[in-house]
């Protein structure tokens, strides 16, 4: 391995902003991985593990200690193995869709397909496996297309699209422990929800997941994939690293009395800070619960953001804004 020193972490993250980390490295294979870790151990090193960059942002003093690119990719058919399929295309097609896309005017039900178990890796690309496993005929993960990042970043998050849980395909995850033993995990004790899982809390790497996917329709499923990518490229703007803030309780929504739990939604119809620039930041036009790096921003630009969206929703509505991104601090 090379471990490089002061390396801008900025070209890492999906919102193309943060400072650099005092070490770096790219692991490929577990065991890169864990002599990376054994490494920063032996040197009394802080570390942590990025996958896609996306869903983070990342200081302007940037990270004191090692940063870990996690490339370890692949995947396999464990069981209910299929052959390869002919679908109309290898990717998605872009097609013009007229008018707003519901999304739940495009889901299907495929409860009822045989089912297959896949253990993936969790420096993956979501998108690339998605495509890949539907040129095998299997489907299921293609309800997360567009959604940037890793397999290991999707299951750290918990990430969403509509009602579908990433956590609803897993069978288990297979994990580092603090003192480098490999475990797995069963899915009911990951402490799966909303944006949540129990690796946001230990100290746990996720090194792999077992998913239960299907045998499923992939023309099908690139049918929705076509017409689901043109609204998401319309809709959620770049460079940034995804909503900010979560959607609000239900709880919380009847407090306030507005028809939809969208954090974007306060955001725009009642604070009024759709648009709102602080430096190089800017609150999307497009979509107010996501806010853009709209040329040279500062970490410290996103967080001045941040906290007036908090400091007004606490003043005006009384209620305390909860982030979905993490932050990175030195």
């Not at 100290?203 to 049918?223: Q, T």
């Not at 007004?312 to 209620?319: D, G, Q, S």
């Amino acid at each position: 391995m090379e471990i490089k020193q002061n390396v801008l972490l900025a070209n890492f993250t999906t919102f193309r902003i943060g400072g650099p980390a005092d070490y770096f490295v790219e692991v490929l294979s577990q065991d890169e991985l864990i002599e990376a870790i054994t490494w920063a151990k032996e040197n009394s090193q802080k570390y942590i593990v990025l996958g896609g960059g996306s869903n983070i942002l990342v200081s302007d003093e940037g990270f004191r200690g090692l940063v870990i690119l996690n490339n370890i990719s692949g995947y396999e058919v464990l069981e209910g193995r299929t052959k390869s399929v002919d679908s109309e295309k290898s990717e998605a097609r872009f097609t013009q869709v007229n008018g707003n896309v519901n999304l739940k005017d495009l889901v299907y039900d495929e409860s009822s397909l045989p089912r297959v178990s896949v253990k993936i890796q969790s420096g993956s690309d979501l998108g690339v496996v998605i495509n890949e496993l539907l040129g095998k005929g299997i489907t299921g993960l293609h309800w997360f297309v567009g959604i940037p990042g890793t397999i290991g970043g999707a299951v750290f998050n918990n990430i969403h699209c509509g009602d579908f849980l990433f956590s609803q395909f897993i069978e288990s995850v297979e994990v580092l422990d603090e003192n480098l033993n490999k475990v797995i995990i069963p899915a009911d004790e990951c402490d799966f929800g909303y944006d949540q899982s129990r690796f946001q809390k230990s100290k746990e790497i996720i090194l792999s997941v077992n998913f239960k996917l299907y045998k499923g329709d992939v023309n099908k499923a690139r049918e929705f994939m076509q017409k689901w990518m043109v609204y998401r490229v319309g809709r959620y703007p770049l460079p940034s690293a995804g909503c900010v803030f979560k959607n609000i309780d239900k709880e919380t929504q009847q407090k306030l009395g507005i028809p939809t739990p969208s954090m974007g939604y306060v955001i725009d119809k009642m604070l009024g800070l759709k648009g709102k620039k602080i430096g190089g930041a800017k609150i999307s036009e497009k979509h107010s619960a996501f806010i853009v790096n709209d040329g040279g921003a500062k970490a410290q630009d996103v967080m001045n953001l941040i906290n007036l969206v908090k400091s007004e929703a606490r003043k005006r509505y009384n209620f305390e804004p909860e982030l979905e991104i993490f932050i990175v601090s030195e």
